[in-house]
């Protein structure tokens, strides 16, 4: 889904824990792919090159892991 191997890393092992994709869409002008979760992330996971912010607004979603350019975004929801 994600051209970045670690956002593919915690996507897969979010869904190998029973979360699942409820969106996936762009959030232009900067984000061309971001993908959301129907729950939060099971665990906080090693950035190891992206971005977290915690977002906490539920008119969007819970948290989020972003590349640095914010080019890509997995979000999750609450």
Same mark, same amino acid.
């Given at each position: ?5 670690? #956002?593919?890393?915690? &996507?897969?092992?979010? &869904?190998?824990?029973?979360?699942? *994709? ?5 959030? $232009? $002008?900067?984000?061309?792919? &971001? *993908?959301? &979760?129907?729950? !939060? ?8 090159? #992206?971005? @977290? !912010? ?7 979603? @819970? ?10 975004? #997995?979000?999750?929801?609450?």
């Amino acid at each position: 889904m994600f051209e970045s191997q670690e #956002l593919n890393a915690i &996507l897969q092992a979010e &869904l190998a824990n029973g979360n699942e *994709v409820g969106e996936q869409s762009a959030w $232009p $002008p900067k984000c061309k792919n &971001l *993908v959301i &979760l129907k729950r !939060r992330f099971r665990q906080q996971y090693d950035a190891g090159g #992206l971005s @977290y !912010r915690r977002i906490n607004d539920r008119h969007y979603w @819970y948290a989020e892991y972003s590349t640095n350019n914010s080019s890509e975004c #997995l979000a999750c929801g609450f």
